[in-house]
């Protein structure tokens, strides 16, 4: 029996493991398993160094295709919070493209160095007032 072999092209990916969109180039930290359910998933960085940092986001769907990238440029010592949608008790300054909701996904943190730069994410319950943080 002869063996039958598909080939489907992809949609565009932003897996944790794929090209960096530009101008980017380096892929600081990964966020395995991002929500947008009702509960919010917040990655909140500073920069570790006397410089400003360009720093983005890419958030994509648990099948690894890309829901779009968002950045900031974080002052030397500031913090700035990277949502992937509003919060009313947290200041968001950059948020997740689009109003999708995604129960399971994937975020990397990505800048133009790996150096000076801390991160660290964890998810918001907005069912509560105010809502509630877990790690």
């Known amino acids: 029996m002869a ?60 099948a690894g295709t890309s829901l779009g990238v968002s950045s900031a440029t974080l002052a030397a010592g500031a913090t700035v919070n990277f949502g992937s949608a509003a ?8 948020q997740m493209p689009g109003p999708e909701t995604v129960k399971s996904g994937a975020a990397r943190v990505l800048s133009m160095t790996t150096k000076g730069l801390l991160c660290n994410a964890f998810v918001m319950d907005l069912s509560n007032d105010p809502a509630t943080r877990m790690n």
Not at 6 to 22: E, Q
Not at 87 to 94: K, Q
């Open 3 to 62: 063996e039958k072999i598909f080939a489907v092209a992809p949609a565009a990916h932003a897996g944790l493991n794929d090209s960096i969109p530009s101008p980017l180039t380096k892929q600081v930290f990964s966020v395995p398993g991002f929500i947008n359910d009702g509960l919010v998933t917040v990655i909140s960085c500073s920069p570790a160094s006397a410089t400003a940092l360009n720093v983005g986001v890419e958030w994509s769907r648990k």
């Open 87 to 94: 919060v009313i008790y947290l200041p968001i300054d950059a």
